[in-house]
Nanobody, 119 residues
Framework: VQLQASGGGLVQPGGSLRLSCAVSGSIFGINFIGWYRQAPGKERDLVASISTEKNTTYADSVKGRFTISRDNAKNTLYLQMNSLKPEDTAVYYC??????????????WGQGTLVTVSS
């Protein structure tokens, strides 16, 4: 299973970006899929997650500004980020957890995509 994240970049405060995470390979019984972020010198924190039923959860710091979604037909996860702030600057990682044939229950990470919010 591989996760390919994209969509990061440099944006001014108040701007928007949309991150994508394409999931390839066989994974079953997914019980978690979401986005984390890690700012320089800080721990990796959960930003948002979405269930199979498309129920969503968000960190308090991004509620009302970020929207997580998934396209099951394309095996792709998205994160729409609006009203970006300098404190949103971080490397963003997608993560999926489920059963991978031959590996059992596993967690897989994307390679990370850098979001920089600066004027």
């Amino acid at each position: 299973v591989q996760l390919q994240a994209s969509g990061g970049g440099l944006v001014q405060p108040g701007g928007s970006l949309r991150l994508s995470c394409a999931v390839s390979g066989s994974i079953f019984g997914i019980n978690f899929i979401g986005w984390y972020r890690q700012a320089p010198g800080k721990e990796r924190d959960l930003v948002a997650s979405i269930s199979t039923e498309k129920n969503t959860t968000y960190a308090d710091s991004v509620k009302g500004r970020f929207t997580i979604s998934r396209d099951n037909a394309k095996n792709t996860l998205y994160l729409q980020m609006n009203s970006l702030k300098p404190e949103d600057t971080a490397v963003y990682y997608c993560n999926v957890r489920g059963t991978i044939p031959g590996y059992g229950y596993s967690s897989r990470w994307g390679q990370g995509t850098l979001v920089t919010v600066s004027s």
